[in-house]
């Protein structure tokens, strides 16, 4: 009779997992496409003269902002490979990494915008593609600060000791959810600057 309730129990959580997780699936879809539409008004406005554009260069801070991303992305996914292997004190220590270079992603970022701001791109000008700029960074931006709550609640289920199996089913969603705002944010950049 106990190990029919533990099956039992054990096959919800596992519904619940799957569930969670193509609940993420349907979130970083969705996601994309708001950023592919974001990318298609910014590709039509551009195309309606030839005074509408960028028309600056990109702040060198958006290179630093990358390399820290994609090193993150790095010390992610060495966390969530020491989850795996019960080497918790390391994941703990990569985690903590990974949660310090998004904070330090986040402020470049915004630093990016400060420089912007002094070379005369402000966000509401008579050129709406300059705009897009911080629409595009800004949206982002916001799904950083996910990102790390979704980190931090990794890392406070760690350091409260939670059963293995949600340990590493959390770290799971975490670097899948991490890995795609790395992605996303080099689809970002790179598109920028094929339309500076």
Excluded at 5 to 17: G, I, S
Aim: no cysteine; hydrophobic share 55%; aromatic share 14%.
């Amino acid at each position: 009779m106990i190990a029919m309730a533990k099956y039992t129990q054990d096959k919800e959580e596992l519904t619940q997992q799957k569930a969670k997780k193509f609940n993420l699936w349907l979130g970083m879809i969705g996601m994309f496409m708001m950023f592919a539409a974001l990318s298609s008004g910014f590709i039509v406005y551009t195309a309606g003269g030839m005074d509408r554009g960028i028309k600056t260069l990109l702040p060198d801070a958006f290179i630093y902002s990358t390399a820290l991303i994609v090193l993150s992305s790095v010390t992610m996914q060495l966390a969530y490979n020491a989850a795996k292997k019960t080497l918790f004190s390391r994941q703990k220590m990569l985690l903590v990494a990974t949660i310090l270079l998004g904070i330090g992603f986040f402020i470049i970022q915004v630093y990016a915008w400060g420089v912007l701001s002094a070379r005369g791109v402000v966000f509401v000008n008579s050129n709406a593609s300059q705009s897009f700029i911080y629409v595009f960074t800004g949206m982002h931006l916001a799904h950083i600060v996910a990102g790390i709550l979704v980190l931090i609640r990794a890392l406070a289920g760690r350091i409260n000791n939670i059963p293995q199996v949600n340990n590493v089913f959390r770290m799971d969603l975490a670097a899948l959810f991490w890995h795609f705002l790395g992605f996303l944010w080099i689809y970002i950049y790179v598109f920028l600057l094929l339309n500076q």
